[in-house]
Every structure is written in C-alpha cells, then in structure tokens.
C-alpha cells in the first residue's frame, strides 16, 4: 500500500491515565527508579521504556516524537524545543572542527547564519550552493564533507529539492542527506525518497496555531539516541528540550494536519493561479511555471497539494511594504513573520527573515525587493479574499482595475 503520512499518525492513539481520549501530561523533570541497577543502565542507554530526567526524555515528548516518526516513515524521532534547537543539534551530531558542510543557498535564515557565522568559530566551513544543481552540489564534496542540508521546499524562495536525486548522491559519496521539511509537511515524504534526517520547526504549520516554537529530528533509531546520548549527544548537552506540556498541545493540533494542509494548499492554488493570470510575478510550486513543478509533482503526496506557501514580487519595497500594511488593515492577513498559521501571514523576507543573507547574495538568489511571501491561511472563501487582495492592488497601482483594463 502506499505510504500516507497522515495514516501513521492517526494509527497511534495513547490514552490518558483515566481512560481520557488524550494521553496523561508527565508533569515531572525526574523519575524513581525501584532498583538501583536500573538507574545505572539507564545512564548507560541499555533500558527500554526507563524515564531518567526529561531532558533526556519523556512520555509526553516521546508520544509526539513517535507520531512525527510515523508520520515522516523513519524508525524514530526526538522532539526538541524549536527548529532552531533540531538544525543545530543535528549539525553538531554530525560534524566536528575542519569538517564541512554542504548545504543549499537558499535556506532558512537563521541556519544560514548558524552555517555561515556561528559553525566558523567550531572550524566547521559550508559550501552553500544551487541545490536544484546536482553536478554543483557533486563538485562541492571535498573529502572532509560531513552532510547535504537542504530544504525540501525551500525558504523563501520555493525551490524543490530532487530528493531523490540528492539521496543518490549522498548514498555515492557515503554522506548523510539531511533535509529540513518545515515548508511541507506531508506534502513530501523525504526519507521515502532517501533522506537520512528529516528536520522540522513544529512552530509552523505542524503545530499550526502560532502559540509556541518546537522542532523535531526525524531519522533511524541510532541517530535519534546518539543525539541523547548523556556522554556525547548534541541534543542532550545542548539542552534544547521541550516542556511536556507543550508536546501534548502540539500532538494534539498534529490529529488535524492533514486538513489543514489541504486548506492551505487549495487556497494558496487558486490565488496564485488568479495573480499570475493578474500578470504578477507568483512563484507557487503548484503553478506550471515554476521551475520545480515536475520535480514536485513526482515527489509529492498528491492528495495534500502543492502547500500553502507563495511569493509575489510587487515590484519594489515601498509597494511590497504599503501592500502588507494595507492588507492587515482590510485583516485580510498579518504582517508577520513566521507560517502556517489559520490567518494569512505576510512578509517581505528581504528586509526581515532572510536579512541575515548579504545584500549581493539576495540578488544572486533571485530574492528582489519587492517579493512578499505570503502564507496562505485556511480562508473559507478564498475567491472573496482574491477579490479584497486585487482591490488593495488596484488601489496602489500594482494592479490595473479590471473594469479599466476593457477600454484598452
Ligand atoms: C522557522 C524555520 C526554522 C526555525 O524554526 P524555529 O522553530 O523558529 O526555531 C527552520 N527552518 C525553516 C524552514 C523554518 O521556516
């Protein structure tokens, strides 16, 4: 049968200690232990189903890692307290001083400047390269290359990833293949398609409800307790755990990702087919034109769409910026950072999540001035809010009224 990711996570179901339809919270930092010997082997990694001290573990982190493990299809996962805390653990798990990173230019902010400033002070150095380029990323390889990281669809630009293409490689070169799957969560299934550690910021659209930061390392049972190990793992040491009662409130918005998804992924198909048809500069991966479409299309988990993310270029800065504040005053959406949130979210991520990228750079990326991207939210009516956007266009001269355009 193939592989849904949505099935995995609904086969699970953990019952509370009453009988409660939700599993119990385990509301405490440590456990007691009856024998002593256990205590030791815990220490020791040897004991199943043994709860030490919760950085290390807990049930609760371990409910929502067991269904983020089902739902990406590897053999385990291990939650940690933002994405952030799951791209740094994982980087430092796997390489050490005058190792080397090769990575996708195109990433989230905030690895990038991990990657590109912070690793520097370790000796750890990163090509970052064209990751939809297979012969560059190929020749990037030197013999101290420690892992491929990319972004299955990346920020903000939407470039798909050929995981499979990817994978293969990594498989020649005996190298991990990490990918960071914040942007599409089933949509794309990257460890089916070869990727050894699959990455998440639950702060997006897997928790869903913009209330808190959370991340995820998807990957083999190994990894994910090397990464816990107490002499030597990266997620122990670095200590970037989450509160119990934050994976329980996060487990229980996991129960309605799939609808959501489809949601965002219908809405976001139809107003980006509506703003190129405008003559607007969209890049959706959905849309023919996108230079990832095929690649997508031949990855994807069809049933969930293309995803719910999308960028329009304005034209410059001042009207992205005079867009976005028109917008959220029509509550169309919020001129905000972050995804996958009930609301559309929008943002110009020149000037805000990717500003940690060097001017010069942006403009190599194709990240211009006027770029907006947006998250499309879970609109009931998603052909009203298209008609209340191309107003607030048309009232900035980015869109040429409709009823003016048939006297030309
Ligand atoms: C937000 C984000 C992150 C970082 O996650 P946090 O939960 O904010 O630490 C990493 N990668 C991508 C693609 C993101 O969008």
Known sequence: MKFNPADGIQDLQYFGEFGGVNPSISDSSTYTFLSAKTMFDTFEGNTEGCYLYSRHSSPSNLYLGEALAAMEGT??????????????AVIMQLCGAGDHVVSSRTIYGGTYAFLKNFAPKLNISTSFVDITKLDVVEAAITENTKMIYCEAVSNPLLEIADIKGLAALAKKHNLPLVVDNTFSPLNIAPAKLGADVVIHSLTKFINGSSDCVGGVVCGTTDFCLSL?????????????????????SILKNLRTLHIRIKKHSENAQYLSEQFEKDGLRVVYPGLASHPGHETLKDQMNDEYGFGGMMTVDVGSLDKANALMELMQERNLGYLAVS??????????????????????????????????????????????????????????????????????
Request: hydrophobic share 35%.
């Open 75 to 88: 053999e385990s996962a291990n939650v940690t307290a933002s994405g952030m805390g799951a791209i740094t």
């Open 228 to 248: 816990k190990d107490v002499n030597d793992g990266a997620a122990m040491l670095l200590g970037s755990t989450m509160d119990s009662v934050r994976a329980s």
């Open 339 to 408: 995804l996958g949130f009930y609301k559309t979210l929008f943002s110009a991520p020149g000037t805000s999540t990717s500003s940690e990228i060097p001017e010069d750079e942006q403009k190599e990326m194709g990240l211009t001035d006027g770029l907006i991207r947006f998250s499309i939210g879970l609109d009931n009516d998603i052909k009203r809010t298209y008609s209340m956007m191309r107003t607030c266009m048309e009232e900035l001269g980015i869109l040429t009224p409709k009823d003016e355009l048939s006297f030309v």
